[in-house]
């Protein structure tokens, strides 16, 4: 009797590590893992539709104050600034760290790893008035922001410093004052780095005067890395031209009138195909001013005589057949805040409209809406855009940046503090 007992023991102990070892082999259902693979699925059943449209991943994700951009990097750590500065999360929202950075408001990441974020900064400029901090438009040049290193800020690039246009010490002093077009006055609203690790800076200010030495407020600005004595390129910045082609008070198809944000092509993941173009999407704020096309595809062509920037009038072509509605919709946006562009394979751009609490998507043609899926009765684009003002899961308060990421849509909902994410319903199997 007393052997059979120990054999029940011993069949017992040993069904317990067996049930143990394949917990610790393909994980259970209380590990991280797993929780996370099922909190990324998860989705509000109340938004399921048999139509095609794009449907929340909840929970969102909170704890934020007014968060202003998001961007998921080539390291495929999401980053999100909001007043509190810059926040680095892991795919499941959790949050690994917050480097204080005051008026953050907008964030990009290199091919390099770097990141970069548009804020503010207090400076004594001594040759000015020692006794006065001045308030300035910046971008903070950050490495290991995601851990992988000791935390190190490599440049700060301050306005109007930051600007080749403004070389000499006269120029860089003499908005240095309390009249309407003080440099203070100047906001840095977007950054979109390129294939190459070269960055675009969208900037919006009061003075925008043409046909000067000194390149307007409104404007892009080109940035580069400097070159070593050994001919390669070291990590510091420098600015390489302002993009004058854009007009900055004139509204076109080749304008720059109070810049909100920017998006380039060259997007993650990281691959070895990326586009090394160096054409860019950028929109235009301001509700105030009559805009027809507020968010512009800028074409970057190589002439003989240099890199020319100039408009993509095709998009003005409208097969309604096709679609009811297009990016370039004369009066399409009131105050676009936010554009992202996925790398993929659908090559979709997305823009967030302040002004209307609103999520939209085009394909790179310009039509608003997705293609029908296999089977669908559907002869036209899908328009899948959706908000409203409100806080739903498919509303929004003040929509202020937008970013993609392997078929997620992240969404920085300004007004709601949080990160709101969707995912197109025919992507769940």
Not at 81 to 107: E, F, Q
Not at 203 to 227: F, H, I, K, W
């Amino acid at each position: 009797m007393k052997q059979r007992i120990a054999l029940l023991l011993l069949a017992f102990v040993g069904s317990a590590f067996i049930f143990t070892a394949c917990d610790d082999l393909f994980g259970s259902k209380q590990d991280g893992i797993t929780d996370e693979i099922f909190r990324d699925g998860e989705q509000d059943p109340n938004l399921i539709v048999e139509e095609v449209g794009y449907v929340a991943l909840l929970p969102f994700w909170d704890n934020f104050n007014e968060p202003t951009d998001v961007f998921v990097g080539y390291d495929e750590l999401v980053y999100v600034t909001d007043s509190d500065g810059l926040h680095v999360l892991d795919s499941a929202g959790r949050n690994y760290s917050t480097i204080p950075l005051r008026g953050a408001v907008a964030v990009a990441q290199d091919r390099l790893l770097n990141v970069y974020v548009a804020a503010r900064i207090d400076t004594v400029i001594t040759a000015v008035d020692p006794n006065r901090t001045w308030d300035l438009p910046a971008v903070y040049k950050i490495r290991n922001a995601n851990g992988a290193g000791p935390l190190e800020f490599i440049q700060t690039m301050v306005h109007p410093f930051m600007d080749a246009s403004r070389s000499t010490t006269a120029s860089q002093r003499g908005r240095l004052n309390d009249n309407p077009d003080s440099d203070e006055n100047v906001e840095i609203t977007g950054l979109a780095t390129l294939a190459n690790n070269d960055i675009y800076i969208t900037r919006r200010g009061p003075r925008n005067q043409t046909g000067q030495a000194v390149a307007q407020d409104n404007t892009v600005l080109l940035m580069s890395r400097v070159l070593g004595e050994d001919g390669n390129p070291t990590d510091i910045m420098r600015n390489i031209s302002q993009i004058r082609t854009l007009n900055p008070s004139t509204p076109s198809l080749l304008s720059a009138i109070d810049l909100s944000a920017i998006a380039s092509f060259a997007t993650p993941p990281q691959r070895d195909n990326v586009p090394a173009e160096r054409s860019f999407l950028i929109a235009q704020g301001n509700p105030d001013r009559e805009i027809p096309f507020r968010v512009l595809w800028v074409n970057a062509v190589q002439t003989p005589d240099g890199l020319e920037y100039r408009s993509n009038p095709s998009l003005l072509a409208q097969d309604t057949t096709r679609a009811d509605s297009f990016l370039y919709e004369q009066d399409k946006f009131r105050s676009p805040s936010g554009i992202a562009f996925s790398g993929d394979e659908r090559a979709h751009i997305f823009v967030t409209d302040a002004a209307t609490d609103s999520l939209y998507l085009f394909q790179s043609n310009g039509i608003e809406g997705v293609n029908p899926p296999a089977g669908s009765s559907a002869t036209r684009a899908i328009n899948v855009s959706f908000g409203g003002t409100g806080s739903g899961p498919r509303e929004f308060r003040d929509p202020s940046g937008v970013a993609y990421f392997r078929r997620i849509v992240y969404v920085a909902d300004k007004g709601n503090n949080r990160i709101a994410r969707y995912r197109l319903n025919t992507d769940f199997e």
